[in-house]
């Protein structure tokens, strides 16, 4: 964000050593980083945060519900903070406001960063978007969004059929239609930049990801389609 001096990061489920190596390709350094936020217990999310912030001292930031079910997690850590939902948190210039999203998790968030007069969206683990939710993230210049499986793909897939339930039920993961919809729905007309992540390598594709963004956003908003083995690219929320 512009004129930002700070830097946080939104879970961790890598390694120490991998982060390092995914983010040496962006040039920034883990000694820069000054808070990391949990939005829920799964392994995925939060894997890797002890060995990041013991090793760099940087303070873990989560729900009541998320640090209780993460206790094996976060063991040893002496920084753990607990974030309120009725309030954000302020991190040097950035804004941390967490958001409610129902998700299979103890007490699940995603999260608004607002700085420099620019608001970035994080939304990511959700099974639906609730009337809370869309409310929250209208006017965003930045989304990351989740574009988690395509149906035909689930359903033929050798998933369980349990496992397939959970993904896509109500409290599970956003399908590509879903994802496709709320952008459809939501006023875009800030947005700069959007990111599609949490693909499923199994039930989904970046072609399919690419189809349904053409369909909704138009050709002056940047993208990125992520993937789970490299790191995105710089984006400027300030730019145009």
Known sequence: MQESNTSILIDCGFSQRKLIRLLEARDFDLNDLDAIFVTHEHTDHVGGVRSVAKGFNIPVYATSGSISASQRAFEGLVKVLELSSSGPVLIGDLEVAPV????????????????????????????HITPFVFERYKNLNGLVLEFNHDEDLMKNSSYPLALQERISGAYGHLSNIQSENFLRELDLSKLKYLVAGHLSQQTNSPNQVSQCLDRVLSSDVGRHIAGQEEASPWFDLSSG
């Open 100 to 127: 409610t999203v129902p998700h299979d998790a103890r007490e699940p968030c995603q999260f608004i960063i607002s700085g420099a007069d620019q608001r970035l969206g994080l939304l990511t683990d959700i099974g």
